[in-house]
């Protein structure tokens, strides 16, 4: 089925430094979900897009949906302990169903 | 407030021996979905209902069941669990099938298969 290659795979960085990463896919989206995974429990929705080009932010969170609708970044500003895990994009095909593609994720580490 | 519960978290179970996973939604969605999730990969979508239609992906194996008595419920059952089948067990809700709808998932179920 549809890939979407999330990158990067992991990143180790020092508090208070900004966070970016991306998810790319070869297929049309029509829907980029962002999510984060804390150890031992389950995806929590951080950001939602619908329409190519939009941006949208959430505290210290920001998120596009790339123009092509082939593409989404996150970006995390002046990070914080609490910010470790892994974060998932997820989204729709364009023409697809309702079944949700996820990204192979990416696990952020905090040095203090 | 919770709102996608899953029960137990923590499940134990021997090589064999059926065990069920349950889920309950106090969102009112009419979709509710199953994912399994191994260490460290995607959570992957085994199936769903929408209303009490159930849908099967193509690739999940005949181990796997699920019962949706009523709105609000969603049990998987695993007939005789393999040492493959440890994992996290994620429940995810969302109002419709659109696919503008945002799922939410529970906090999920670890099995270990010992």
């Known amino acids: 089925g549809q890939q979407l290659n999330q990158s990067p795979q992991s990143m180790f960085i020092q508090e208070g430094e900004d966070v970016s990463m991306n998810c790319t896919s070869s297929s049309i989206f029509n829907t980029w979900l962002w999510y984060k995974q804390e150890p031992g429990e389950g995806p929590v929705l951080l950001i939602a897009l619908y329409k190519a080009g939009e941006l949208t932010s959430n505290g210290r969170l920001t998120a596009q949906f790339g123009i092509t609708r082939k593409d989404s970044f996150l970006n995390i500003s002046a990070s914080i302990p609490s910010d470790v895990g892994i974060y998932f994009c997820a989204g729709h095909q364009w023409f697809g169903n309702e079944k949700l593609t996820f990204g192979t994720g990416t696990r952020l580490t905090i040095i203090p | 407030d919770a709102m996608v519960i899953q029960n137990p978290r923590y499940q134990v179970t021997q090589f064999g021996k059926p065990v069920t996973l349950s889920c309950s939604q106090t969102?009112?969605?009419?979709?509710m979905y199953w994912y399994q999730q191994k260490s460290s990969q995607a959570p992957k979508l085994l199936f769903h209902?929408?209303?009490?239609?159930?849908?099967n992906e193509a690739d999940t194996p005949d181990n796997f069941q699920s019962r949706r008595p009523n709105t609000s419920f969603c049990f998987l059952d695993i007939r005789s669990p393999g040492l493959g089948d440890a994992a996290m067990y994620l429940c995810a809700t969302s109002f419709t099938r659109d696919n503008t709808d945002t799922q939410y998932f529970g906090p999920g179920t670890r099995l270990t298969v010992l």
């Open positions: 209902y929408y209303d009490k239609d159930f849908n």
């Open positions: 969102l009112n969605h009419n979709v």
